[in-house]
């Protein structure tokens, strides 16, 4: 079938943007010398034990009754007089919000920068920047750098970036120096294998705001976003039935049912790589020392993956007993979903995932 004449031009125009990022980012990196954009690391799941319970930050939630929601979950405010004890519930936030990724990232650094929560106890080994300033001068040891998932194509670095396609991860290249750090050398990866940049830095806004170049007067290299980036690649057009409502809300816990059924893997196999996927991603942002992460819909784009069954799938493990406690302090699912249509991804996600308290524990001090 011919390529209509209004996708060959976009296809055309992002092209160009690509190969404009490529030219613009050497003379950026030039000026952040404290920033290694070109280093990565891959990790396999085999590799990666399960997360170790007292090593755990265990973020407080809001919901908790002993301290208002900023205040630090160590602190020995509010208790009660007389030697009596206190609940106090540690566990992570969930939003969902219909964005770019990037963008989402730099809304929680920006917003989160605000309500400076403080974990029980602080696990990260160094403080990283969530701009191109260098952190030397950080002294309580977090890592308040977002993390943000790319639901990486496993067979080529970038997916379509250099001739124009349009996916998450090609949205990430067009945007930062992501690229620069996906060697060729890890192709194909392997099928729970994932790819962790620390240093990726943030040089154009969103597709939607024209791809527009943030490094203008009077803004400085040392001013343009740095994010941290997992990049993990879903099931690859796995075969996905469509099922009652009903029967598909029992693997979950979907909120509401729809009428019209819900995708669903057709084998199981598949389900289980996916889940194995999620937890391998959890555990290179804890290993990493993130608090803050963007997730999102892995495999439910051009992958075809069933958004239904992959939501329930993220809540499933994100309520698994090694992920319980507070590891992360949010979590927001960035599904961006122009129509914003009913059973489209977004919404499956909000439904699925929004406004959740995960992995919540209550403990008694």
Not at 30 to 48: G, I, M, R
Not at 139 to 148: F, I, M, P, T
Not at 169 to 194: I, K, M, N, Q
Request: net charge neutral; charged share 20%.
């Amino acid at each position: 079938m011919p390529i209509p004449p209004h996708v060959q031009a976009r296809r055309a125009a992002l092209s160009q943007i690509a190969k404009e990022t490529k030219a613009v980012l050497p003379t950026i990196l030039q000026q952040l010398p404290h920033l290694q954009a070109t280093q990565s690391e891959v990790y396999h799941l085999n590799d990666l034990p399960e997360l170790e319970p007292s090593a755990c930050p265990r973020f407080e939630l809001a919901s908790s009754s002993s301290s208002p929601p900023s205040a630090p979950s160590n602190s020995t405010n509010g208790r009660r007089g007389g030697g009596g004890q206190q609940q106090r519930a540690y566990g992570t936030v969930v939003k969902v919000l219909n964005e770019d990724s990037l963008d989402a990232a730099i809304m929680m650094a920006e917003s989160l920068a605000q309500q400076p929560a403080t974990p029980a106890t602080t696990t990260a080994a160094t403080t990283t920047a969530t701009t191109g300033e260098a952190a030397a001068d950080a002294e309580d040891g977090r890592n308040r750098r977002v993390a943000v998932l790319n639901l990486a194509s496993e067979r080529t670095p970038g997916g379509g970036w250099l001739s124009g396609a349009v996916a998450q991860e090609e949205a990430l290249c067009y945007r930062s120096s992501l690229s620069l750090s996906l060697h060729r050398a890890y192709y194909p990866l392997a099928p729970r294998s994932a790819v962790y940049t620390r240093d990726v830095v943030v040089v154009r806004s969103s597709m939607g705001s024209g791809h527009r170049l943030l490094l203008q007067p009077p803004l400085t290299p040392q001013e343009l976003p740095v994010v941290s980036v997992v990049s993990v690649a879903g099931v690859r057009k796995p075969e996905v039935d469509e099922v009652a409502a009903a029967a598909a809300a029992g693997d979950g816990g979907g909120r509401g049912q729809r009428p019209r059924g819900e995708r669903v893997f057709r084998h199981a196999a598949d389900r289980d790589l996916t889940r194995d996927k999620m937890r391998l991603a959890l555990r290179v942002a804890a290993a990493e020392g993130h608090e803050l992460l963007i997730l999102g819909a892995l495999g439910c784009g051009a992958f075809g993956g069933p958004p239904d069954d992959v939501a329930r799938c993220w809540l499933g493990v994100l309520e698994e007993p090694e992920f319980a406690g507070g590891w992360f302090r949010e979590v927001w699912f960035a599904v961006l979903d122009k129509d914003g249509r009913p059973g489209g991804n977004f919404d499956v996600f909000e439904r699925v995932l929004g406004g959740r308290e995960v992995g919540k524990v209550v403990l008694k001090e």
